[in-house]
């Protein structure tokens, strides 16, 4: 009778919010088709010489620039055609889903964790400390993202390694600024209050008490994040300082069938697809899960 009485809150679980936030992402047919786009593209990723039917990268020039399997003078079992190198456009869409979601997912955590620890700082000490943190952010947000990534690329190097740190580190004044706003609405509540007033010291505080409750804005920006940094991506292998050839990329591969488009319009419309499905998904899903983990989060966001 004792736990009868209890408020539905303190006898909830954290496996019974996680099966609340499930469901409610997984309530509407759009989430499911957005959750198995992104699966398929997960699983390209890791194992993409068990999906793709094809080796990539290997060569066949009799068979340059042949449309697809299904049009009139496609040649079956090339279900999206072939490039100018007669390379199989879908074992490389396959194979450049790798480096797309590798570069964007590790971008986003670079982001991620300089901007939740700089948003921390600003929201939680405030003073001259949050003066210092916003005035860095609106200087980096000053300059157009494109053209400072672009600029850094350039003198740095397109190699793997530096384009996830550039991308990762234009991407932190956003998360800075959601985290600090989040805080700010929480580091008075009374639970944090109680906190301090037990002795708990100031890491403690932010650590156990402050981000877990922020958790929530985190997890949904930084899905939205993942759409960004995977156009961003493609914007710069499109324009030769990404990852270079003959690594497939989906923005490289749309850059290099823009010259034979009048001869083979697939090999850069099937990457371009590829890109705009992804990227739906990751938004129709991102929707999905904000409704989810808080329904009133536009109201913070």
């Keep these: 009778m004792a736990d009868a009485a209890l408020p539905s809150t303190a006898r909830s679980t954290p496996e019974s919010r996680l099966r609340h936030v499930v469901r409610g992402t997984l309530a509407g047919w759009p989430a499911r088709i957005s959750l198995l786009i992104l699966a398929l593209a997960l699983a390209c990723a890791l194992a993409p010489e068990w999906i793709a039917p094809r080796d990539g990268y290997a060569q066949d020039l009799a068979l340059r620039l042949l449309p697809p399997a299904w ?35 590790f971008a986003v955590l670079v982001s991620g964790l300089a901007g939740v620890a700089a948003g921390l700082a600003a929201g939680f000490y405030g003073g001259k400390i949050d003066a210092v943190i916003l005035r860095l952010i609106d200087i980096q947000l000053a300059f157009p993202l494109i053209l400072l990534v672009i600029a850094v690329v350039a003198v740095v190097g397109p190699s793997l390694t530096n384009l996830v740190l550039v991308m990762g580190l234009s991407g932190w004044p956003r998360f800075a600024r959601i985290v600090r706003g989040s805080v700010l609405t929480v580091r008075h509540l009374e639970f944090v209050d109680a906190a301090r007033a037990i ?14 409750n922020i958790l929530s804005a985190i997890i ?47 090999v850069s419309l099937s990457p371009g697809i590829a890109i705009a499905l992804v990227i739906l998904a990751i938004n129709i899903f991102g929707d999905a899960l904000r409704d989810a983990l808080d329904p009133q989060l536009d109201e913070r966001l």
């Design 199 to 212: 002795g708990a010291s100031r890491g403690r505080v932010m650590a156990l008490h402050i981000l877990p």
């Design 220 to 266: 949904v920006y930084a899905s939205f994040e993942v759409a960004r940094m995977i156009l961003l991506e493609a914007t710069l292998s499109f324009l030769g300082l990404g990852v270079q050839p003959p690594t497939p990329t989906w923005g490289g591969m749309i850059s290099d069938g823009r010259k034979y488009l009048n001869q083979s319009w697939a």
């Design 71 to 105: 049009s009139e003078k496609g040649v079956a079992g090339y279900w999206l055609g072939t490039d100018q190198l007669g390379r199989d456009t879908l074992s490389r869409i396959v194979e450049g889903t790798r480096i797309t979601l590798l570069v964007s997912l």
